[in-house]
């Protein structure tokens, strides 16, 4: 079991830069690959990001790619996702997720487990 809180969600101008933060419980940390998903209103949850346990590898989708940037630092069981060049179509709750093997980390059927979701508005 893992248990997941965003945070660093918040109103930002079109142009403009946030980071969220997801912290997780539990001492496995480091065995998940770890993954960012958003969900604009009327519409459904989408992949944004996801990272490998190690690090080493990043996925990212077509919307994003250059201007988010996934992380994680398994000492501080904690992953980041930095956005930069906001965008309005950006605005969205974002969820982090956790998975066990890490396969399918494009499709959030491959996550058992979610944070409750931090609030991302981009105003123009």
């Known amino acids: 079991q893992v248990q997941l809180v965003e945070s660093g969600g918040g109103l930002v101008q079109v142009g403009g830069s946030l980071r969220l933060s997801c912290a997780a419980s539990?001492?496995?940390?480091?065995?998940?690959?770890m993954g960012w998903f958003r969900q604009a209103p009327g519409k459904e949850r989408e992949f944004v990001a996801a990272i490998t346990w190690s690090g080493v590898s990043t996925y990212y989708a077509d919307s994003v790619k250059g201007r988010f940037t996934i992380s994680r630092d398994n000492a501080k069981n904690t992953v980041y996702l930095q956005m930069n060049s906001l965008k309005p179509e950006d605005t969205a709750v974002y969820y982090c997720?956790?998975?066990?093997?890490?396969?399918?980390?494009?499709?959030?059927?491959?996550?058992?487990?979610w944070g409750q979701g931090t609030q991302v508005t981009v105003s123009s």
């Open positions: 997720a956790a998975s066990m093997t890490g396969r399918e980390l494009g499709n959030s059927r491959g996550y058992p487990y």
């Open positions: 539990g001492r496995t940390f480091s065995s998940y690959a």
